[in-house]
């Protein structure tokens, strides 16, 4: 997908056009993109969106079309429409590889460049990773509550317009739901596409059994029967049944049954009893209905048999308590070489200033233990005091043993992709793999453990001394 | 925006391909596109897509990218394949014009044709509606609580992806918020784009008074001022004042200002209070944070002197308790001429089978009394019986003197556009005029008295006989 460069609110075009009359537009300027609460509730978020915003960055153009817009809009003079003509992000870019746990209040992307560039593109990087982040932290969620069952995404019909979908297949695909029931996704993203039929399959069948021959018949290696149009238990099975020993008899095997509607948890357990016992123990179970991750956490409670989840409208719309959302905003740390700080009565809203480097200190074992921001050049050792930067009386230190990792990289400089970016199976893998180390209770789906992120004591100083300052002022 | 032939779910293709072996895919089919429940628990929704739906159905092309990476999947053969490089949407499609007030239940799309093609485009005529149409109610909502105010829209940062953001602005638009920030849609819709500035501004000038000084230098004519950087009333109300006596003194006004935290209702009235005083009472006061629908109802109900609300997050992911998406759902209705019914033993879930009108019943005074949906031919008359479709033992006649208004109509025959559609403004003119009809308390927001949609007294007794029929099979 490419994005438009007039994918922005005007008045970053209108802040830009007044840099640029007032000669401040190649002011050296430092952004930090992060968010104030975890999304839905929970003790983490999964960073998502880098590469389709480093493309964005790449290929930001105004062409004669935009400006010729801009124009009529009238208030915009020619010297700087024609600055635009010209216009390339020509900036640095730091932020973890997709898949990172990522936590509240961490400066996740840092742009740095001229003030003209980094304001500009504000909009547009808070569209795409606040809504990849947002989806891949649900699709963590949903596949961290399926145990040995797999997710696959078909909520299309239901996203956000046509994009809605699109983004959010592969936002759910970083968060480790590895399929898709979008086509359009799987030809833009090499994701691998599922499905089986509707409703109206067999409805458009004299009756239930002929409409099941009919889809094994075409699809003998790939039929999954939907079997609740009528009766799950009464008919749907004991037709997919008659099926499924038509196509051993010719040398197939039925892939699976789909559940839609009833009590999931009961009926799996009576599907796979009736399945088993008619000799067709790798007839997999599928099911759907509005599932979300405390729906399906309920269901494998109650000793349900599902094997795959279809999960669309809470995984794309990333629904629940502290969901729909990410909340991720976009604040000026540095300008024309001072730190800066947007200052306010409560210290928790309180940003962070200047350039930051966000490090993981990870246990012997291989455990995150917390993180600590820090201040750009800055090392830490183990015995230094951190701080609470919601609460800077809360106060620890680092403990011995611990490493020290980058959690970011840079990715872009001089507006140019200078790391070799993972593909998605890496960054699911990614995300996987770092869920493995997170503490005790920090996954948890209700009141999770909350895993700990400090200031160190440099950065701690600095904003202390940054807000005295701007009191004086 | 062009949306592309596999913006849909793999089931569609995989049912395809069955049809098209079975010989079935010309049948006669009929779909209804509808949905169950209002969305945000109110009491109606304001129908939205249907432009880009039809423009979707008029482009469906497969491309020889296409079928390459169907071809890539392995489970389609080159017959059907083949059928797909020709393939054209030639059916018929019937809807209520966009920013027409509907309700669940009724049939809101219904898409006629060949079996095939009107199976495929359910994901994508699904997609496209249920998002717009979900945006516009949010937004007639919020454009309704706002009293003699008007809605700026400005969640692009906030939507589900690039597109999200495009299309919420087009469907807010129709519900009544008529300018957004979004540049993007300003080109492509037309829609009116408005701007004021970050704190990002403020922080890179020295001091509050020196950036207001430059903004209103470089925008004499359109500033507004973001007055809550530091402190809203002791210095950024202040600093708006001297910037405004400033412009006032060279020929120009300044425009408004912004309120963004804190107290809204109470800073509202004491900033418009200073303006007053200071001999500004056309200086507009605008506010922005969190807003929608419940937050502006209780402002205004406090006195707060808002004149226009600036709604992101909200408004474009359509927020709120029963909303965040639209459950739209399309049914097989009749197949090769015999009307079909998904069975159900609720029969408040029962589709409602075949062709089908909508009718309109409007009182002399021009205000809607109720809708009742007929079967095709049928014509209704005052004193015919109509029925609750969820409840039949709940019947009632039709009142003398209502007028009968068909609420849709054919805009697509033999895949052609046949209607001149309405521009965005009419759409929105539409939705203003069809809320001042409603009955009184159904625009409420909270628990809002039901507006009747009902069935005749023909399509109750084919439901019925259909229903019969099933269980004796």
């Avoid at 909009?123 to 961290?144: D, P």
């Avoid at 009961?266 to 399945?275: D, K, T």
């Avoid at 490493?403 to 960054?427: N, Q, S, T, W, Y």
Wanted: with cysteine.
């Amino acid at each position: 997908m490419r994005y438009p460069a007039l994918l922005t609110d005007l008045y970053e075009l209108t802040m830009l056009a007044g840099y640029f009359q007032k000669g401040m537009h190649e002011d050296e300027a430092v952004f930090d993109l992060f968010f104030r609460k975890n999304p839905f509730k929970g003790g983490y978020a999964v960073f998502a969106g880098l590469e389709p915003a480093l493309r964005y960055l790449e290929e930001l153009r105004f062409s004669d079309e935009d400006l010729a817009y801009l124009a009529s809009l009238g208030s915009f003079k020619a010297d700087f429409l024609d600055y635009l003509r010209t216009f390339r992000f020509t900036g640095k870019l730091t932020a973890p590889p997709e898949g990172t746990l990522i936590f509240n209040h961490e400066p996740l992307v840092t742009v740095e460049g001229k003030l003209a560039e980094a304001q500009l593109v504000e909009t547009a990087l808070l569209n795409i990773i606040n809504f990849q982040t947002l989806v891949a932290t649900k699709a963590a969620r949903i596949h961290g509550a399926c145990g040995e069952g797999v997710v696959l995404e078909f909520g299309l019909r239901r996203a956000h317009g046509p994009d809605g979908g699109l983004s959010a297949a592969r936002g759910a695909y970083v968060g480790g739901v590895r399929s898709s029931s979008n086509v359009w996704a799987g030809q833009v993203y090499g994701i691998e596409v599922k499905g089986t039929h509707a409703h109206s399959w067999v409805m458009a069948f004299d009756d239930e059994l002929s409409a099941f021959r009919a889809y094994a018949e075409v699809f003998p290696d790939s039929t999954v029967l939907l079997v609740d149009t009528y009766d799950t238990l009464k008919s749907g099975l004991p037709h997919a049944l008659t099926v499924a020993r038509e196509l051993r008899a010719t040398g197939h095997e039925l892939l699976g049954i789909r559940l839609d509607s009833g009590d999931l948890a009961y009926l799996s357990r009576q599907a796979r009893h009736m399945l088993d016992e008619a000799g067709f123990p790798k007839v997999k179970i599928l099911a759907s209905n509005e599932l979300d991750e405390f729906v399906i956490d309920s269901i494998r409670r109650e000793g349900g048999c599902i094997d795959i989840y279809g999960v669309g409208t809470n995984l794309v719309t990333a629904a629940g308590e502290g969901g729909g959302h990410l909340g991720g905003v976009y604040k000026l740390v540095r300008h024309a070489g001072h730190p800066k700080l947007k200052v306010t009565s409560d210290i928790a809203k309180a940003t962070l200033p200047d350039r930051k480097r966000l490090l993981r200190l990870v246990e012997p074992d291989g455990s995150f233990h917390q993180d600590v921001i820090c201040c750009e050049g800055e090392t830490l050792s183990p015995g230094d005091w951190v701080y609470d930067p919601a609460n800077p009386a809360h106060r620890k230190k680092i403990p011995a043993g611990v490493r020290f990792e980058e959690v970011r990289e840079v990715c872009m400089e001089g507006g140019k992709i200078v790391k070799e970016l993972p593909g998605l199976d890496a960054c699911a893998d990614r995300c996987a793999a770092q869920r493995k180390k997170m503490p005790n209770g920090t996954l948890r789906l209700y009141n999770p453990h909350i895993y700990k992120v400090s200031i160190s004591q440099k950065l701690h100083d600095l904003r202390q001394c940054l807000m005295e300052e701007s009191l004086k002022a």
